[in-house]
């Protein structure tokens, strides 16, 4: 059985754990957290110098960090790689943005609100600049959304499982999603798709 290493209130955490829910997967989570230090603890930093959860570990110990990899290498062969090669490319299109023009404002301006340990980093030089970068992110997603009902295209993906993550709570970091409506009614699309499981929702022990 792989393990995630991971914190329950982190949307790249999230990630994972929502995948494998929906595959029906079994796994083990272990929390590991920045709030106490435990991803910078040595035990955890021999697995991923990096530093940073989520991480997966496979049975006979071998490691994979960053959470769009671990999104596409779980779901290889399922209905969350579309087939399609062009798909399958806005698939990875829609992911490298998560990581480069969403997550850095829309999950960071979170973490800045709500982080007791981030406070301290919550200049409001940040919170403007986070707030400027994440409202133009969800005005690229908003434009998406008005053509397709998913970022790869008509059905769901790996890509949409990505933006989720973050996008559900952006309301947490003070962006207001009523002014998104293709958004929010893309949120709706993704939690009812079968074996949809909220943020806080962990495997039994
Ligand atoms: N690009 C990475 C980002 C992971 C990341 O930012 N992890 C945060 C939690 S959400 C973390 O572990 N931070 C460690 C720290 O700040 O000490 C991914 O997508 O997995």
Redesign the pocket.
């Known amino acids: 059985m792989v393990t995630i290493y991971g914190?329950i209130d982190?949307?790249?955490?999230y990630?994972p754990r929502l995948l494998m829910a929906k595959l029906g997967r079994s796994f083990r989570h272990v929390e590991i957290s920045?709030h106490d230090?435990g991803?910078?603890a040595d035990a955890f930093t021999a697995k991923n110098p990096?530093?940073?959860?989520?991480l997966l570990e496979f049975d006979d110990g071998r490691v994979l960090?960053?959470?769009?990899?671990?999104l596409l290498h779980l779901a290889e062969g399922t209905r969350f790689v579309p087939q399609d090669a062009y798909a399958r490319a806005l698939t990875y299109q829609w992911l490298f943005f998560e990581?480069y023009s969403h997550?850095p404002y829309i999950?960071v301006r979170r973490?800045l609100l709500t982080f007791p340990s981030r406070k301290k980093d919550a200049t409001p030089e940040r919170l403007a600049q986070t707030l400027e970068r994440g409202e133009k992110a969800l005005r690229v997603m908003e434009r998406r959304l008005d053509e397709t009902p998913f970022f790869a295209g008509s059905a769901i993906s790996v890509a949409d499982m990505a933006l989720f993550a973050y996008t559900h709570v952006a309301g947490e970091g003070g962006f207001d999603l009523s002014a998104y409506p293709a958004v929010a009614a893309w949120i709706a699309r993704v939690e009812n798709d079968p074996g949809h499981v909220p943020m806080n929702w962990l495997p039994a022990a």
């Open positions: 914190m982190s949307g790249n955490c990630k920045s230090g991803t910078r990096n530093a940073m959860v989520p960090a960053e959470s769009n990899a671990m990581q997550e999950a973490a």
